[in-house]
């Protein structure tokens, strides 16, 4: 794919086609050249969406309190990208536990997008390319984008 691949594609996410979107973050995830072609065209349409972090140890009800309040943004009529970050599995190198899975209420829900992601050894429990996916999903015009994952504490010897 060259440029005109990422310019037809930046063209149908920003028309709202939700599988541009999801291309878009594989290729933002991957380092491919072309995701970075591609936020390149989207960054000067970002700033708009509300970013939060939601994070705890596991079992602290952080998926059910991203449901509850994603429930209330869409019955608000807005729109909420949700970025599930998870720790990555040691035999597929992709997210271990898949929120989407918890969450499942909300996956039949218009204006919802749920993308479930690895932190692939990134520390503090996001993704390197977390924020990058962020403006992608501003740009496609979600209003709130909700980062969800496990909290990260690391202690040293005697602390």
């Given amino acids: 794919m060259g440029g005109n691949d990422v310019r037809e594609l930046v063209d149908r996410l920003l028309a709202g086609e939700v599988p541009a979107l999801a291309r878009a973050i594989t290729w933002i995830e991957n380092e491919d050249e072309r995701g970075i072609a591609a936020l390149d065209a989207l960054y000067p349409l970002t700033g ?20 509850t309040l994603t429930e209330r943004l869409l019955d608000a009529g807005k729109t909420v990208g949700i970025i599930a970050v998870d720790p990555t599995s040691p035999f597929t190198g992709g997210a271990l536990l898949g929120d989407r899975i918890r969450m499942r209420g909300l996956g039949t829900r218009d204006g919802v997008f749920i993308r479930s992601m690895a932190t692939r050894g990134g520390l503090g429990g996001l993704s390197r390319s977390a924020p990058s996916v962020a403006a992608a999903m501003d740009a496609f015009g979600h209003d709130y984008v909700i980062f969800e994952t496990v909290k990260t504490v690391i202690l040293r010897k005697g602390a």
Avoid: C, M
């Fill in 48 to 67: 708009n969406a509300y970013r939060v972090g939601i994070s705890g140890p596991p079992g602290a009800g952080k998926s059910t309190l991203v449901d």
